[in-house]
């Protein structure tokens, strides 16, 4: 499935925006592929450990996705099981922030952890960018895991969403 949001423009677009990727990241959560994937991902961690299932998802969605943008002025939104099921398959798979982050968030709740979806927008511009928030840590795909230093953005507004 893939939708076209937001329905309205601002921030009220954002919010139904991550509303919707609320929704599609919940009904993902109990798919076979996205708890195969996570068991997968978090296979290396010591069991209960949850700071290490978050990394291990994070890193397990940055080498699997590549990052995509969407088309000028349209958001689109890739269903996590269209995701999942293109990684099963060895596709290439890609998609922008707020698919990597639905994609994770699935896995997070698949796993019995409790996301959250974060928009933000960076130097006093508006929203215009998603990512994860899980058990205190960020969690971003689109963003360089290796070179933290080419990250350096100040998030100057936000909204969040419990997933």
């Known amino acids: 499935?893939?939708?076209?949001?937001?329905?309205?423009?601002?921030?009220?677009?954002?919010?139904?925006?991550?509303?919707?990727?609320?929704?599609?990241?919940?009904g993902s959560a109990l798919d076979p592929a996205i708890r195969d994937q996570a068991a997968l991902a978090i296979a290396g961690c010591p069991r209960g450990m949850k700071p290490c299932h978050v990394q291990a998802i994070l890193q397990w969605?940055?080498?699997?996705?590549?990052?995509?943008?969407?088309?000028?002025?349209?958001?689109l939104l890739h269903?996590?099981?269209?995701l999942a099921r293109a990684v099963a398959l060895g596709k290439y798979v890609y998609g922008d922030c707020d698919d990597m982050s639905m994609y994770i968030g699935a896995m997070l709740l698949s796993v019995g952890l409790h996301p959250s979806f974060r928009a933000v927008g960076y130097n006093h511009k508006p929203l215009s960018h998603v990512y994860v928030v899980?058990?205190?840590?960020?969690?971003?795909?689109?963003?360089?895991?290796?070179?933290?230093?080419?990250?350096?953005?100040?998030?100057?507004?936000a909204i969040e969403l419990p997933v």
């Open 1 to 26: 499935m893939l939708s076209v949001f937001p329905q309205s423009g601002g921030e009220q677009g954002v919010r139904q925006t991550l509303a919707k990727m609320a929704e599609l990241a919940n």
């Open 61 to 75: 969605v940055h080498r699997k996705v590549r990052y995509v943008a969407d088309p000028t002025k349209h958001e």
């Open 79 to 82: 269903d996590p099981r269209l």
């Open 134 to 157: 899980c058990e205190g840590m960020k969690l971003d795909a689109a963003r360089d895991l290796w070179n933290p230093g080419l990250n350096l953005h100040t998030e100057t507004s």
